[in-house]
């Protein structure tokens, strides 16, 4: 067996790992849902601690299912720029020929050093999975006229899911190691942190480069609807990612441009 072959499992076992944690981390006993995060967080450490030794061949890049026949609204790019940065990638918008679409469509990549692209895709759709459903409650509660609005329902829902995502961006950096005392009983590492992500982001920038391939754009800021804005803070205040990140992300979806 070759090296790469190990190689190849020793990761495939990692990110099994990972997500299974992540996935014991839906469990109502608030105990059990800590000590389950926790351990995702430092089986992601202890991964990337031991192979301080990686090579631009182990930047790796993952497209997402999710697609838009248009361009992605800028709650989508701002939801895959955070996960991006909470798991030390790039993310990149990518516009490409659909055979079985017939059709150009865009989508959200990660690229990063392995396993990082892969806990931030998964991380992505399972964010994107609640945060749609929670946009497409507020535009019909706009509809409706439950909720005020001075634009559109869908332009509202649009305010809503960026307030939504800038409020769980801070809940999202908990899923990541920050440098604190491992649960598994090793010590802090912040210096060793720090030079895993130096590294990496060198890494993925000469991928990048290499590729002739340009980092996405922050999005331009944009007036918001207030009234908007504060429900969506409210609603992205109230997501408990300890209770389960993993639970969104066994649906697989196809985002369809608006009619």
């Known amino acids: 067996m070759s090296a790469k072959q190990i190689d190849e499992k020793k990761l495939e076992r990692a990110i099994r790992k990972i997500k299974h944690c992540l996935a014991l981390a839906q469990s109502a006993n608030e105990n059990e849902a800590a000590t389950a995060l926790r351990q995702a967080q430092a089986l992601m450490r202890e991964y990337r601690l031991t192979e301080m030794d990686v090579k631009l061949s182990d930047v790796g890049e993952v497209e997402s299912a999710l697609f838009r026949a248009k361009r992605r609204p800028a709650w989508d790019q701002q939801l895959s ?34 396993p990082a692209q892969n806990i931030a895709l998964y991380a992505y759709e399972s964010l994107h999975t609640k945060l749609t459903q929670a946009r497409k409650e507020y535009c019909a509660a706009v509809r409706s006229g439950a909720r005020r609005s001075e634009y ?107 009619v």
């Not at 996405?216 to 205040?237: C, F, Y």
């Open 152 to 258: 559109s329902a869908e332009t509202a829902g649009d305010h809503f899911a960026l307030a939504w995502v800038w409020e769980v961006q801070s809940k999202l950096k908990a899923l990541v190691p920050q440098g604190e005392d491992d649960p598994l009983g090793q010590p802090a590492t912040d210096q060793g942190l720090v030079a895993v992500q130096a590294q990496d982001k060198k890494l993925i920038s000469e991928y990048l480069a290499a590729q002739d391939i340009k980092e996405a754009r922050k999005s331009t800021g944009v007036e918001l609807d207030t009234n908007a804005q504060i429900a969506g803070m409210l609603a992205g205040r109230a997501v408990d990612l300890h209770a389960g990140i993993a639970g969104g992300g066994q649906v697989t979806m196809s985002l369809r441009a608006p």
């Open 81 to 114: 720029l955070a996960v991006a940065h909470a798991f030390n990638c790039t993310t990149l918008r990518r516009r490409k020929w659909s055979p079985a679409k017939g059709q150009v469509i865009e989508c959200a990549t990660f690229v990063g050093v392995s």
